[in-house]
């Protein structure tokens, strides 16, 4: 079992920046990959970003190349979310999650899941 806890959200202007954590419970972190999604209100929860278990690999929703950046503490068990330049289309509550396989993209690859943190930009 894994338990995950996401902070660091909040309310910036556009152009800002914010930086998610998630900490995750168990001791076996460094052998899930770990993810980001996000869901606005009334769309779908979307896949964000992903990174590998050792940090190595990593892929991103193409609206979030080069501002968004994933990374990993594997001796901290936390993963971030370092979001630049943000867009009011960036709105959405952001959820963390655990996949067993060795890097995931899809919303069916995740088992573990965190309560989601509000992230909300201003134009």
């Known amino acids: 079992q894994v338990q995950l806890v996401e902070s660091g959200g909040g309310l910036v202007q556009a152009g800002g920046s914010l930086r998610l954590s998630c900490a995750a419970s168990?001791?076996?972190?460094?052998?899930?990959?770990m993810g980001w999604f996000r869901q606005a209100p009334g769309k779908e929860r979307e896949f964000v970003a992903t990174?590998?278990?050792?940090?190595?690999?990593?892929y991103y929703l193409d609206s979030v190349k080069g501002r968004f950046t994933i990374s990993r503490d594997n001796a901290k068990n936390t993963v971030y979310l370092q979001m630049n330049s943000l867009k009011p289309e960036d709105t959405a509550v952001y959820y963390c999650?655990?996949?067993?396989?060795?890097?995931?993209?899809?919303?069916?690859?995740?088992?573990?899941w965190g309560q989601g943190a509000q992230v909300t930009v201003s134009s």
């Open positions: 999650a655990a996949s067993r396989y060795e890097i995931a993209r899809r919303y069916e690859e995740y088992a573990y």
């Open positions: 990174i590998s278990w050792g940090g190595g690999r990593t």
């Open positions: 168990g001791r076996t972190f460094s052998r899930f990959a």
